[in-house]
């Protein structure tokens, strides 16, 4: 073992590791570039390899036809005033089967690229001998272990961006036998074809268009012989992978660089990327457990050890930096290990892309916003053909599902998700947000500009507007939850997209066009019940349902912060909603579903109403209820039940949304709700919009403690705020609520204060 420890390592800091080996590729330890990814799994002497590809999906549906069904519109509308959405929405389906819809289908399916299967030949593991590690810090699994004979093995798994190639190695100290097998994935979708030489295997998959992608896998040490998609090394030392996936492009040989030089300069790379931002909550003797003594702990105790939420955090980022970059994340990142893959594994826009991106700009990966935007720049013309087809609107309808195309087929009357409207104003929000931290005025003018034009076009032409000027929105949705006239979160959207429209116009200086603000006027006020609680549909036909995994009624608190402590009656009756959602969801037993996303969102509107417990509630729900696979890749619902990285996308974002939140562009509230274990401790590299960043926070409430240093890069001013039971302890004994700092380009400002609590009830 002395051997193993000393190839192996200390183990990771930032990072994980257990002596368990995983059975199934979702608990694999992953690698990924935001372009391709890989995941290594099973038995240390009969291990596999699955490599993916962003643009990966199965051909298989029929996604492009959508039924022209606008001219029906008028008489849809009129049967849901007359005898209800549910009639209305057997309407809506019949004449779209009439013209030979073929109901709900489900996108394309994301597949992985290849498997290569690996055989230690003739060789049994020694008991107590295996050890596998994630190490975040670097971007690097590592597998080790050893055979009956004493004789020691080491894996290695990378995936490099700047070379674009997964790169992959077994060495050991004595020869060994090693067969290795490319699993064969041809079905009547796909046509494989398989090219072999000593040293390359060259893997051609065709699609039922023609499309391709090839894999091309090069390897070091000449193999012995090929037989029957089998490659056999005879008593060899060590054997190092190159592996390529090029998406619509003939295979290419590349001159490569040596595996050393290419695993030193990933390393260099992904390290200085990955730590610009940090969080530090506990000592590096408790971040050295492995991953197995923490779960045992938090199974013994029932309550999550510190070190697992600072865990959460570095896989978080991990994950984040690994699945996003030239891809849009899906709704398993940029991996998966089957042709089956829950939701098709596809591009969910009624809430998982969303919470998939929302970190990035905290984390000050905006430029990772690229993947997002050229595919979204893509869809444009599905969008617009949504729009028309359906309703005889300009402008975007975006789908809840897309993967090779945005085409709206994914509806039925089960699922009337073609009544939701939402789509493109909450992809909006994100046009707005990476302007906002990146200030970037060329982006704002050609890309966002138009993005909210067109989308409040669609509701130009698609509201209606009552005798006394009022608009309508019918049909409307509430993501998944029902239907009803005006959902809560369509008339944010459209306020938020209208709001963000004008300040474009006003900092490009362009004209606000008129027509946009008399739709904006329309809009009917937010609906309150008798028991003072915000509804989700302003439809007095329209019963509220908590028990329901969609957060879509507080879009105005958590995201377009409309709502806030300033519009005091909504205020308080979102706190009412949130009292009722969580007991009828988040802390129900019994509740409709576990989803992760759900969680996610119930920890943002918590901090937004600055109520750190229930902050502390949604996370605990994911994290003791094993909502993660052994990689702390989030899982969609408990115990390990469906690989789903959105909730990762969210993590960073919560927790530093609780440490600083962004009230306006230049306002920020300091520990706005904080849960208990995030009290203490030291933060770096959150960022801020107007292009501020946090360079470093230290915190220790309890004893009133407080440095923060900030730099900007641009001249600008700022407010610092603290929520209403916290004060800054000035000198001469005096306290204030906010201090107000001009911060000057490229300058370090540093900021240091005892703060004062009192106990008041909120």
Same mark, same amino acid.
């Not at 029929?62 to 929405?89: N, T």
């Not at 494989?192 to 390359?200: A, F, G, L």
């Not at 729900?621 to 989030?634: G, R």
């Given at each position: 073992?002395?051997?193993?420890?000393?190839?192996?390592?200390?183990?990771?800091?930032?990072?994980?590791?257990?002596?368990?080996?995983?059975?199934?590729?979702?608990?694999?330890?992953?690698?990924?570039?935001?372009?391709?990814?890989?995941?290594?799994?099973?038995?240390?002497?009969?291990?596999?390899?699955?490599?993916?590809?962003?643009?990966?999906?199965?051909?298989?549906?029929?996604?492009?036809?959508?039924?022209?069904?606008?001219?029906?519109?008028?008489?849809?509308?009129?049967?849901?005033?007359?005898?209800?959405?549910?009639?209305?929405?057997?309407?809506?389906?019949?004449?779209?089967?009439?013209?030979?819809?073929?109901? %709900?289908?489900? =996108?394309?399916?994301?597949?992985?690229? $290849?498997? @290569?299967? +690996?055989? #230690?030949? *003739?060789?049994?593991?020694?008991?107590?001998?295996?050890?596998?590690?994630?190490?975040?810090?670097?971007?690097?699994?590592?597998?080790?272990?050893?055979?009956?004979?004493?004789?020691?093995?080491?894996?290695?798994?990378?995936?490099?961006?700047?070379?674009?190639? %997964?790169?992959? =190695?077994?060495?050991?100290?004595?020869? $060994?036998? @090693?067969? +290795?097998? #490319?699993? *064969?994935?041809?079905?009547?979708?796909?046509?494989?074809?398989?090219?072999?030489?000593?040293?390359?295997?060259?893997?051609?998959?065709?699609?039922?268009?023609?499309?391709?992608?090839?894999?091309?896998?090069?390897?070091?040490?000449?193999?012995?012989?090929?037989?029957?998609?089998?490659?056999?090394?005879?008593?060899?030392?060590?054997?190092?992978?190159?592996?390529?996936?090029?998406?619509?492009?003939?295979?290419?040989?590349?001159?490569?660089?040596?595996?050393?030089?290419?695993?030193?300069?990933?390393?260099?790379?992904?390290?200085?990327?990955?730590?610009?931002?940090?969080?530090?909550?506990?000592?590096?003797?408790?971040?050295?457990?492995?991953?197995?003594?923490?779960?045992?702990?938090?199974?013994?105790?029932?309550?999550?050890?510190?070190?697992?939420?600072?865990?959460?955090?570095?896989?978080?980022?991990?994950?984040?930096?690994?699945?996003?970059?030239?891809?849009?994340?899906?709704?398993?990142?940029?991996?998966?290990?089957?042709?089956?893959?829950?939701?098709?594994?596809?591009?969910?826009?009624?809430?998982?892309?969303?919470?998939?991106?929302?970190?990035?700009?905290?984390?000050?990966?905006?430029?990772?916003?690229?993947?997002?935007?050229?595919?979204?720049?893509?869809?444009?013309?599905?969008?617009?053909?949504?729009?028309?087809?359906?309703?005889?609107?300009?402008?975007?309808?975006?789908?809840?599902?897309?993967?090779?195309?945005?085409?709206?087929?994914?509806?039925?009357?089960?699922?009337?998700?073609?009544?939701?409207?939402?789509?493109?104003?909450?992809?909006?929000?994100?046009?707005?947000?990476?302007?906002?931290?990146?200030?970037?005025?060329?982006?704002?003018?050609?890309?966002?500009?138009?993005?909210?034009?067109?989308?409040?076009?669609?509701?130009?032409?698609?509201?209606?507007?009552?005798?006394?000027?009022?608009?309508?929105?019918?049909?409307?949705?509430?993501?998944?939850?029902?239907?009803?006239?005006?959902?809560?979160?369509?008339?944010?959207?459209?306020?938020?997209?209208?709001?963000?429209?004008?300040?474009?116009?006003?900092?490009?200086?362009?004209?606000?066009?008129?027509?946009?603000?008399?739709?904006?006027?329309?809009?009917?006020?937010?609906?309150?019940?008798?028991?003072?609680?915000?509804?989700?549909?302003?439809?007095?036909?329209?019963?509220?349902?908590?028990?329901?995994?969609?957060?879509?009624?507080?879009?105005?608190?958590?995201?377009?912060?409309?709502?806030?402590?300033?519009?005091?009656?909504?205020?308080?009756?979102?706190?009412?909603?949130?009292?009722?959602?969580?007991?009828?969801?988040?802390?129900?037993?019994?509740?409709?579903?576990?989803?992760?996303?759900?969680?996610?969102?119930?920890?943002?509107?918590?901090?937004?109403?600055?109520?750190?417990?229930?902050?502390?509630?949604?996370?605990?729900?994911?994290?003791?209820?094993?909502?993660?696979?052994?990689?702390?890749?989030?899982?969609?619902?408990?115990?390990?039940?469906?690989?789903?990285?959105?909730?990762?996308?969210?993590?960073?974002?919560?927790?530093?949304?609780?440490?600083?939140?962004?009230?306006?562009?230049?306002?920020?509230?300091?520990?706005?709700?904080?849960?208990?274990?995030?009290?203490?401790?030291?933060?770096?590299?959150?960022?801020?919009?107007?292009?501020?960043?946090?360079?470093?926070?230290?915190?220790?409430?309890?004893?009133?403690?407080?440095?923060?240093?900030?730099?900007?890069?641009?001249?600008?001013?700022?407010?610092?705020?603290?929520?209403?039971?916290?004060?800054?302890?000035?000198?001469?004994?005096?306290?204030?609520?906010?201090?107000?700092?001009?911060?000057?380009?490229?300058?370090?400002?540093?900021?240091?204060?005892?703060?004062?609590?009192?106990?008041?009830?909120?």
């Amino acid at each position: 073992m002395e051997k193993i420890k000393e190839s192996s390592g200390p183990v990771p800091i930032h990072g994980i590791w257990s002596n368990r080996h995983a059975d199934q590729w979702e608990n694999g330890y992953i690698v990924g570039n935001g372009t391709i990814g890989g995941v290594l799994f099973g038995d240390p002497s009969s291990g596999t390899l699955i490599g993916n590809h962003h643009r990966l999906f199965l051909k298989e549906n029929d996604m492009e036809h959508l039924p022209d069904i606008a001219s029906h519109l008028p008489e849809l509308r009129k049967i849901i005033s007359s005898d209800g959405y549910q009639v209305g929405i057997d309407f809506f389906e019949e004449k779209a089967i009439e013209q030979d819809y073929a109901g %709900l289908t489900m =996108s394309d399916r994301y597949h992985p690229a $290849f498997q @290569l299967n +690996l055989a #230690l030949d *003739n060789t049994t593991v020694k008991k107590n001998s295996y050890v596998r590690q994630l190490d975040y810090q670097k971007g690097l699994v590592t597998e080790i272990h050893q055979d009956s004979s004493e004789r020691w093995y080491e894996k290695q798994l990378f995936s490099s961006e700047k070379e674009n190639v %997964l790169a992959f =190695s077994i060495e050991s100290d004595q020869p $060994f036998d @090693l067969t +290795l097998s #490319l699993e *064969n994935f041809q079905n009547e979708r796909l046509n494989q074809t398989v090219k072999y030489s000593p040293t390359t295997a060259i893997q051609k998959n065709s699609y039922q268009d023609d499309s391709f992608y090839t894999t091309v896998l090069e390897w070091t040490s000449s193999s012995e012989s090929i037989n029957n998609n089998e490659i056999y090394f005879k008593q060899i030392k060590k054997v190092e992978f190159i592996i390529r996936i090029f998406w619509n492009e003939e295979e290419e040989i590349l001159a490569t660089k040596n595996f050393k030089s290419i695993l030193e300069e990933h390393i260099t790379d992904h390290k200085k990327k990955y730590d610009q931002s940090s969080l530090q909550l506990t000592t590096d003797e408790e971040r050295s457990r492995s991953l197995e003594s923490i779960v045992e702990e938090m199974k013994r105790t029932n309550q999550v050890p510190l070190v697992l939420y600072e865990k959460l955090y570095d896989a978080s980022r991990y994950v984040i930096h690994s699945s996003i970059g030239e891809a849009m994340p899906n709704l398993q990142g940029i991996w998966g290990g089957d042709f089956s893959p829950a939701w098709s594994g596809d591009y969910t826009m009624d809430t998982n892309i969303q919470l998939a991106i929302s970190s990035l700009n905290s984390l000050g990966l905006s430029e990772k916003f690229n993947g997002f935007f050229s595919r979204m720049k893509e869809y444009e013309k599905d969008f617009e053909e949504n729009a028309m087809k359906y309703f005889g609107c300009r402008g975007y309808l975006v789908p809840a599902h897309a993967s090779t195309t945005a085409k709206h087929v994914h509806w039925n009357r089960e699922w009337p998700l073609v009544f939701w409207t939402s789509g493109a104003g909450w992809l909006a929000h994100f046009y707005q947000e990476y302007f906002d931290y990146t200030q970037d005025k060329d982006f704002l003018k050609k890309v966002a500009l138009p993005f909210f034009k067109k989308t409040l076009l669609f509701y130009e032409d698609f509201i209606q507007y009552k005798k006394d000027g009022t608009g309508l929105i019918q049909p409307s949705y509430s993501a998944e939850n029902g239907m009803g006239d005006n959902a809560t979160m369509d008339v944010a959207v459209i306020k938020e997209v209208f709001s963000n429209l004008s300040k474009a116009c006003d900092t490009l200086g362009e004209k606000l066009p008129e027509n946009y603000k008399k739709l904006v006027v329309s809009l009917p006020q937010y609906a309150v019940n008798d028991e003072g609680i915000l509804k989700e549909w302003i439809d007095p036909n329209k019963e509220e349902n908590y028990n329901h995994r969609h957060f879509s009624q507080f879009y105005p608190l958590f995201q377009s912060k409309e709502i806030t402590k300033k519009t005091s009656k909504l205020w308080k009756a979102t706190q009412k909603a949130f009292d009722k959602k969580l007991s009828a969801w988040l802390l129900n037993k019994e509740g409709e579903t576990s989803s992760s996303h759900g969680r996610m969102h119930a920890a943002m509107c918590a901090i937004s109403l600055e109520r750190e417990e229930d902050v502390e509630s949604a996370l605990d729900e994911l994290i003791l209820n094993h909502a993660w696979y052994d990689s702390l890749v989030t899982a969609h619902y408990n115990e390990q039940e469906v690989f789903n990285i959105d909730a990762n996308g969210a993590i960073p974002k919560i927790y530093h949304d609780a440490l600083i939140y962004a009230e306006s562009e230049t306002t920020f509230t300091l520990f706005k709700a904080l849960p208990s274990w995030l009290s203490k401790g030291k933060a770096k590299g959150i960022f801020l919009p107007g292009q501020v960043k946090v360079e470093e926070l230290e915190w220790d409430l309890q004893n009133g403690k407080l440095s923060l240093k900030l730099e900007a890069q641009i001249d600008c001013k700022i407010v610092l705020c603290l929520k209403d039971n916290y004060s800054f302890a000035e000198r001469k004994g005096l306290k204030t609520k906010e201090i107000e700092l001009q911060l000057k380009k490229g300058l370090q400002y540093q900021f240091e204060s005892i703060i004062s609590r009192k106990e008041i009830n909120v």
